[in-house]
């Protein structure tokens, strides 16, 4: 089967257009440090200078090199969505799972978790708990993020498992005396497994923005840049009317692409992993 | 010995559970093995309830089902001894695996040890013994078989573990007519070997055609049961009666069933001995015809 899939994963276009736009970026970010040496924030050039041999993607308003901020940015981007948005998947297919499989008063009791951090105003509960622990690191603000962004993903999850479970597949797998974990993981998971990721992708982007919401208002990690901090400086010193293009582009352009390319990605992966969509 | 006793099912229906719903209400049955025994009823009759019960996919909410005597707890050493086969052959395969899975997964749980060849040979021979070609089979995935090949596949994956029991819940209504025919020879086979076989199915004349006993179930209750011979040549209850009159011929015309509904059996009613070995469930008088 693995085997199998990476036959066709490296024939799937989409799933490889998707990976060549990811793979530089996240590259970009690995290797920032050695392509733009020194604090991100320095004030080291000329003020508002469009691009050049020198400053590639420019200055800011305060001569600070948009390059440097960008790749450093790029950083804390996925790592963000990282461990936001994979702290949150996890919690979703723990809490889908069980209680989409179950079902009962199990189901009954998770759903009913759900549903209160569901409602629960998530900005404003990371407001409180930013300001009352004075959170500054970017660890701990994705913490924060996964735990108050899982609960759509779990209600997904659980429908999906619902669906899945009446199947007679698994009730031919209980048949064979495979335990409960082994089915969900086995049976159910793989079924799922473009979805599961689709769930990723979107709580990754959720995550991204989050972030940069908190940043805006002066919640985020205070040491460091990241590319919401970089669109809201912009946008806050009117790059826009001044005509500065390289400020505000490249933090926004960076977030978009990420975002779509794991979409793009996405749709190919479903060619993957579900046989009925490949060309015989 | 399979036997189920007093066996029912309730559901909690309505708002809050406000409400109960007895889909099976107090069945009874022996399952031999080297014996095939239909149970036969209409869609929502609760057959499918009962087989379900008996694999332990659906808890039991009275009664008891016991085998050799002792109740029924679901996990390896049951399923070795009891095995199902279901009524849709394309949803028993997860679409995103090829067929095999459901022979390894067999190879998993129950025999970790055996080497390669030793299990290729195994699977050969159960292979062979419904009639499938493995190098036909094998490594395919389910959309690319046909119903009949998936449904044969279905019953030597239950072959491998050697089951003495076999529930066997409408495995041929998704077929074809020849197809049909050829899973019923198969069991019919397996019969002979000494599996026991428990015929779910909603199709008099496929039960007629295999089995030694008959179970006739309406509304979750056992209304008739006997010999094959006995309950369909000489059916003694209303319901059994007219499932007879509606199996279309093939020479006359089919003008229609008569729509009058089965009388309500009243409480407390009991299976009665008619004659030997035929029990029929007590209906008002003038409704249950004279054993001729």
Same mark, same amino acid.
């Given at each position: ?17 998707? =990976?060549?736009? *990811? !793979?530089?970026?996240?590259?970009? $970010? &690995?290797? #920032?440090? %050695?392509?733009a040496e020194g604090d991100p924030n320095a004030y080291v050039g000329t003020p508002a200078q469009a691009p050049s041999g020198e400053y590639w993607f420019g200055t800011t308003m305060f001569g600070q090199d948009v390059f440097a901020q960008f790749v450093y940015g790029l950083?804390?981007?996925? =790592?963000?969505? *990282? !461990?936001?948005?994979?702290?949150? $998947? &996890?919690? #979703?297919? %723990? ?33 409180v708990v930013n300001a009352y622990l004075g959170v500054r690191s970017v660890s701990v603000q994705a913490l924060f993020i996964g735990l108050t962004s899982w609960p759509w993903a779990a209600r997904a999850i659980r429908a999906q498992t619902f669906s899945l479970r009446s ?114 | ?292």
């Amino acid at each position: 089967m693995n085997r199998e899939a990476l036959h066709f994963a490296v024939r799937n276009g989409k799933l490889l257009v998707g =990976l060549a736009v *990811l !793979l530089p970026l996240l590259a970009l $970010a &690995l290797l #920032g440090p %050695a392509l733009a040496e020194g604090d991100p924030n320095a004030y080291v050039g000329t003020p508002a200078q469009a691009p050049s041999g020198e400053y590639w993607f420019g200055t800011t308003m305060f001569g600070q090199d948009v390059f440097a901020q960008f790749v450093y940015g790029l950083r804390v981007t996925f =790592l963000v969505g *990282l !461990l936001g948005g994979g702290l949150a $998947a &996890l919690i #979703g297919m %723990a809490v889908g799972f069980t209680a989409g499989y179950r079902g009962g008063l199990v189901d009954e009791v998770l759903n009913m978790l759900t549903n209160i951090v569901l409602v629960l105003p998530a900005l404003a509960v990371l407001l409180v708990v930013n300001a009352y622990l004075g959170v500054r690191s970017v660890s701990v603000q994705a913490l924060f993020i996964g735990l108050t962004s899982w609960p759509w993903a779990a209600r997904a999850i659980r429908a999906q498992t619902f669906s899945l479970r009446s199947r007679d597949f698994v009730d031919l797998a209980r048949l064979s005396g495979v335990r409960t974990w082994k089915i969900i993981t086995r049976e159910i998971a793989p079924n799922m497994s473009s979805y599961l990721f689709m769930t990723f992708i979107l709580l990754f982007g959720g995550s991204v923005l989050i972030a940069a919401s908190l940043d805006f208002i002066g919640l985020g990690p205070t040491q460091g840049v990241s590319l919401g901090l970089m669109l809201n400086n912009a946008a806050r010193w009117s790059a826009l009317h001044l005509g500065m293009w390289w400020w505000f582009i490249p933090p926004g352009a960076g977030i978009t692409v990420i975002v779509g390319a794991l979409y793009v990605m996405n749709v190919g992966l479903d060619e993957v992993f579900n046989p009925r969509l490949r060309e015989l | 010995m399979l036997r189920l006793d007093a066996v029912t099912k309730t559901y909690r229906v309505g708002a809050f559970g406000g409400r109960t719903l007895t889909a099976v209400d107090g069945v009874s049955l022996d399952l031999v093995p080297g014996e095939v025994v239909s149970l036969i009823g209409e869609s929502g009759s609760g057959k499918t309830t009962v087989g379900r019960m008996i694999l332990g996919l659906t808890p039991v909410s009275g009664g008891s089902i016991t085998l050799d005597g002792a109740p029924v707890r679901p996990g390896k050493d049951y399923y070795r001894q009891v095995q199902g086969v279901f009524q849709d052959p394309f949803s028993c395969y997860n679409p995103i695996f090829k067929v095999d899975r459901v022979l390894q997964m067999i190879r998993e749980e129950y025999f970790p040890g055996t080497a390669g060849a030793q299990w290729e040979e195994k699977v050969a021979e159960s292979l062979e013994a419904v009639r499938l070609a493995p190098a036909l089979v094998l490594g395919k995935y389910p959309h690319q078989l046909s119903g009949g090949q998936l449904q044969r596949l279905l019953i030597a994956r239950a072959l491998l573990l050697g089951p003495r029991f076999l529930v066997a819940d409408e495995i041929t209504s998704m077929l074809d007519a020849s197809t049909r025919i050829d899973v019923l020879n198969l069991l019919a086979d397996l019969k002979s070997r000494g599996l026991g076989v428990l015929f779910v199915t909603h199709d008099l004349s496929l039960g007629n055609y295999v089995s030694e006993r008959a179970v006739v179930l309406h509304r979750g209750r056992v209304v008739e049961s006997g010999p094959t011979g006995l309950v369909f040549g000489n059916p003694l209850h209303p319901y059994t009666a007219r499932l007879l009159d509606s199996v279309p011929r093939l020479t006359a015309r089919w003008d229609g069933v008569p729509q009058e509904p089965v009388p309500d059996t009243p409480e407390p009613s009991v299976l009665v001995e008619a004659e030997p070995g035929h029990f029929v469930r007590r209906v008002p008088a003038p409704e249950l015809r004279s054993v001729s």
